[in-house]
């Protein structure tokens, strides 16, 4: 049985920041996945993610974000792959929305850049996009969006580069502790390592069903739309956008150079029963409210029919902050699960942060609100 210093199960977006976290201290660290480096069948997958400050959700992810952005720009300088674009956020919702209410108390608190825009100063300034005479729109300039498959693939590569291993195509079946070790079995083999980080995703009731955390797994499709308008690309300094609305929070990228356009739907309920059992077929539900958006405030798109699409999963906790912890009951291990739709952003500050765990096992946890005996996991 090989074994090593610490193992990561699940290499998607935390773990292989933990995998890269570990690996760049030297540590002799395997990571293990059961499907390609970059796949697309959890959360870590749809070409871009969004990262910005406008944090609404919570004040205090605002100095993990900061840490991450000097993640990201680290691992671009180190690996000389561009994975960050600036585009700029656009956020247009009334001003009483909460999601504009929570901008603006994140704002007042943290003062990062951000500007305030009339409706008309808002269209006059991103020609495609609709705001109406009630609403409000907000402008974080230093916000953009992360080539997401990009990320994982380069936070790996910079992991083997410093020694780590990977083994893919393997799926973890049990995970236990003994003599002082932790003891990881797979569909093909057995590994020991003295810790264990596990960040399995939409797969975490499987693999840490001990703890019965209440997440919920939700599918939501990603779709991309046909535009030959120049007022939707980066180059022409077209921002990622969030509407919040009082029928549902949307949001999308920048067309790429060919001029199809990601856009979804953040908010919605669609539960799946296991993270095996995700629908990725486009479904008859998926497009009519993605259609109602496109047809109120992208008038340029052309709504009628997708050029692609690819469902994905949020992991949802009761509160909607993430769960990342040492394991409350076995020594050596921590975790990190429950990113309700936000999480990837912070890929480096959480693998800084699951490295630490379990490399100091007596220090404090630096996040109240993300340990998992809060009251709203405990409820
Ligand atoms: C449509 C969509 C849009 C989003 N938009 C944003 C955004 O704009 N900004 C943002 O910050 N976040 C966003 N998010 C959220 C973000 O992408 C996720 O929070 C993040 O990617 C979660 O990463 P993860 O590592 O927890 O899960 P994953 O990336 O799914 O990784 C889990 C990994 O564990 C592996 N695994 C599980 N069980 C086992 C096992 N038993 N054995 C071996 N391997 C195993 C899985 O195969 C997987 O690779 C979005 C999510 C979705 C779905």
Redesign the pocket.
């Known amino acids: 049985m090989k074994t090593f210093d610490a193992i990561v ?8 920041a933990a995998l890269h976290a570990l690996a760049r201290r030297g540590l002799s660290v395997l990571g ?4 390609a480096i970059g ?1 697309d ?4 997958h ?1 070409e ?4 910005r400050r406008s944090y609404f959700e919570h004040p205090d992810y605002i100095p993990l974000v900061d840490a991450s952005f000097e993640g990201w720009r680290a691992l671009e300088k180190a690996s000389g792959e561009r994975l960050f674009e600036r585009t700029g956020l656009l956020v247009v919702g009334n001003r009483d929305h909460a999601v504009i209410e929570g901008i603006e108390r994140a704002h007042s608190r943290y003062r990062f850049a951000l500007e305030r825009l009339t409706p008309d100063a808002a269209m006059a300034r991103f020609p495609g996009f609709r705001v109406a005479p009630d609403q409000i729109a907000l402008f974080e300039p230093d916000a953009g ?2 080539r ?1 498959e990009d990320c ?1 693939i380069t936070m790996c590569q910079q992991a083997l580069d410093a020694g780590a291993t990977l083994e893919t195509g ?4 049990r995970w236990w502790r003994e003599d002082g070790q932790c003891v990881v079995e ?1 569909d093909r083999s057995c590994f020991r390592a003295a810790r264990l980080i596990i ?6 009731g ?2 840490l069903s001990d703890l019965e955390l209440p997440i919920r797994v939700e599918r ?3 779709m991309w739309f046909r535009t030959p308008e120049s007022a939707y690309r980066a180059a022409d300094r077209a921002p990622v956008f969030c509407y919040a609305l009082d029928h549902g929070f949307f ?1 999308g990228f920048p067309a790429e150079p060919a001029g199809a356009m990601k856009i ?1 739907e ?1 908010s919605g309920n669609d539960p799946v029963g296991s ?1 095996d059992e995700l629908v990725r077929a486009r479904l008859p539900h998926d497009l009519p409210r993605v259609q109602g958006f496109i047809r109120d405030y992208l008038p340029l798109v052309h709504g009628d029919e997708t050029v692609r699409h690819s469902a ?4 949802m906790t009761p509160d909607e902050h993430f769960i990342v912890d040492r394991h409350p009951s076995t020594p050596g291990v921590a975790f ?2 429950g ?9 480096p500050a959480i693998g800084e942060l699951l490295a630490k765990l379990v490399l100091d096992p007596a220090a404090p946890h630096p996040y109240e609100f993300l340990r998992c005996d809060r009251a709203a996991i405990l409820r």
Do not use: D, N
């Open positions: 199960l699940g290499i998607g977006g935390m773990g292989s293990i996945e059961q499907f796949h069948r959890g959360s870590s749809g871009y993610r969004i990262i969006m992360l997401v994982v393997q799926t973890v079946r797979t960040a399995a995703g939409p797969w975490t499987t693999i939501r499709m990603q949001y979804a953040h993270a994905c999963m949020y992991s990190a699960a990113f309700s739709g936000h999480g990837f952003k912070f890929a």
